[in-house]
């Protein structure tokens, strides 16, 4: 299964090239309509803001038929295909956006991600513990709150790791030294005084392409830039991260074609999980903040 990572606001283009795996022909494919975030959404989450798209390469030797899986909401733009191998190659073309900048703005602005991360459980809590549904109703229900756990989050590690870098001199500069994605990165010398005037804006918009969801990455980042450490259940909360990616992209089945059922108890037990995971790391970030001559600093 190929699985990447775009930009859902500044994305033009997306070209992909593979060999086909029927005949061994080249394919490059540029694909040009791309599902955007529904921002006319009353509710600011992945699922809410979610819109999905499918299109289909026809390698033009054999004619075998890939199918490409899109989907965009305000927390990120992803393409997954269970017809190409990891080993496809995926080139994003990018272009100014509004709509980034306004959600950049948003996210910025929210420097109490800890408060808003128990507000949106607490909702989620409420509901699944006070409605009395139908049991198909009451299945139906439970999957989007699932999903909706999940996504509380990923936006509580985007919004602490953005606002803690881009606020910070400190943080920023170890971001840049240690990116994992800059390592191979050069420029002409001649060019260093448009890099640096440049820098915190591309330091910007990689931090907002990140997939938090992916726990490993994420959790080397903060490590290395914050020095703050994620539990060592990760391996629990990247199951139900799973779980979460089958509900969303195949109506909630495995790759086996298993359904996925959300009882009120996966609820509970998911719920505990991911609060207290959160908060074991939220607890690292108040520890490194002290009093200096009367001034909070971080």
């Known amino acids: 299964m190929f699985s990447c990572e775009f930009d859902a606001f500044s994305t033009r283009s997306i070209t992909l090239r593979f060999y086909c795996s029927e005949c061994g022909e080249e394919i490059e494919e540029i694909i040009e309509s791309l599902p955007s975030p529904n921002l006319m959404s009353e509710r600011d989450t992945y699922l809410g803001t979610l819109e999905t798209d499918c299109t289909d390469i026809e390698c033009p030797n054999c004619h075998?038929?890939?199918n490409i899986q899109l989907a965009s909401s305000m927390y990120g733009g992803e393409l997954y295909s269970d017809d190409l191998d990891e080993d496809t190659e995926m080139e994003v073309e990018n272009i100014e956006n509004d709509y980034f900048e306004d959600y950049s703005e948003?996210?910025?602005?929210?420097?109490?991600?800890?408060d808003t991360f128990c507000i949106q459980m607490e909702a989620n809590k409420r509901l699944f513990e006070n409605f009395v549904l139908a049991p198909d109703l009451e299945i139906s229900l439970n999957k989007l709150l699932f999903v909706n756990i999940i996504t509380c989050l990923e936006t509580y590690l985007s919004d602490a790791l953005i606002n803690s870098v881009l606020d910070n001199e400190s943080n920023l500069k170890r971001f840049v030294e240690n990116f994992i994605d800059y390592?191979?990165?050069?420029?002409k010398l001649c060019d260093i005084y448009n890099r640096m005037d440049n820098l915190k804006k591309l330091v910007k918009e990689d931090l907002y392409n990140l997939m938090y969801h992916n726990l490993p990455k994420i959790r080397a980042i903060y490590k290395k830039i914050l020095n703050i450490d994620f539990p060592n259940n990760i391996d629990d909360i990247m199951k139900k991260i799973n779980d979460r990616h089958h509900l969303v992209h195949r109506n909630g089945k495995d790759l086996d074609g298993n359904q996925i059922i959300i009882s009120k108890e996966e609820l509970n037990q998911t719920y505990d999980l991911i609060y207290n995971f959160v908060k074991e790391i939220?607890?690292?970030?108040?520890e490194k903040i002290t009093v200096v001559e009367g001034e909070v600093v971080k």
């Open 64 to 66: 075998k038929n890939y």
């Open 106 to 114: 948003i996210v910025e602005s929210n420097t109490s991600f800890f």
């Open 183 to 187: 390592k191979d990165r050069s420029f």
């Open 282 to 286: 939220d607890n690292q970030f108040k």
